[in-house]
T-cell receptor, first 116, second 116 residues
Framework: AQKITQTQPGMFVQEKEAVTLDCTYD???????LFWYKQPSSGEMIFLIY??????QNATEGRYSLNFQKARKSANLVISASQLGDSAMYFC?????????????FGAGTRLFVKA | GAVVSQHPSRVICKSGTSVKIECRSL??????MFWYRQFPKQSLMLMAT?????????EQGVEKDKFLINHASLTLSTLTVTSAHPEDSSFYIC????????????FGSGTRLTVV
């Protein structure tokens, strides 16, 4: 079965510091994609970063980077130089062939609080 | 970038009435759209996959007759909650994929439904 696990319900980080949000996954798909989304209190879902299972390098997008460890089935999100506006819910997600028609499944989410 | 417009953003309705939620891709064609439901402080749960010109594919446990999905054009999918009850109160959000998987899904802004 496909599964995404985010074990940190909430995280605190001091402004300007880096923070790592954990994500592990389980899949039998040979090929899959991993995503991180941000959901502010307003509710919209904002795509942050993508990692393909065959990508050799870890993905980076500005202050976001994805620490992809395929053997451990982990895809942690690293946010550098945290800003107050980073306070939000963060969801790790996965899409693979065997999730049934390329559906995306989401983890439970981690709420990040950035302290001034 | 790709934009998905979702309306209404908030709706309050009486028990027993029906509510229609629209999801439009503004600058791209979406043969497939996804509808999610999110309970407070929980993750996104996929309800159904909306396919242009054909029947929607519903997830296990989702009542087809209660949550009617129509994807009549390449830019519009609608979700109708029929005979709404208080337990249908939730946050509903749609998404579509414009192009490459690495670009992630584009989400609508969501609809907060309250049934009184």
């Amino acid at each position: 079965a496909q599964k995404i696990t985010q074990t940190q319900p909430g995280m605190f980080v001091q402004e300007k510091e880096a923070v790592t949000l954990d994500c592990t996954y389980d899949t039998s798909d040979p090929s899959y994609g991993l995503f991180w989304y941000k959901q502010p209190s307003s509710g919209e879902m904002i795509f942050l970063i993508y990692q393909g299972s065959y990508d050799q390098q870890n993905a980076t997008e500005g202050r976001y980077s994805l620490n992809f460890q395929k053997a451990r089935k982990s895809a942690n999100l690293v946010i550098s130089a945290s800003q107050l506006g980073d306070s939000a819910m963060y969801f790790c997600a996965m899409r693979g062939i065997n999730t049934g028609g390329f559906k995306t499944i989401f983890g439970a989410g981690t709420r990040l609080f950035v302290k001034a | 970038g790709a934009v998905v417009s979702q309306h209404p953003s908030r709706v309050i309705c009486k028990s027993g009435t029906s509510v229609k939620i629209e999801c439009r891709s503004l600058d791209f064609q979406a043969t497939t759209m996804f509808w999610y439901r999110q309970f407070p402080k929980q993750s996104l749960m996929l309800m159904a996959t909306s396919n242009e010109g054909s029947k929607a594919t519903y997830e296990q446990g989702v009542e087809k007759d209660k949550f009617l999905i129509n994807h009549a054009s390449l830019t519009l999918s609608t979700l109708t909650v029929t005979s709404a009850h208080p337990e249908d109160s939730s946050f509903y959000i749609c998404s579509a994929e414009e192009g490459r998987e690495s670009d992630g899904y584009t989400f609508g802004s969501g609809t907060r439904l309250t049934v009184v």
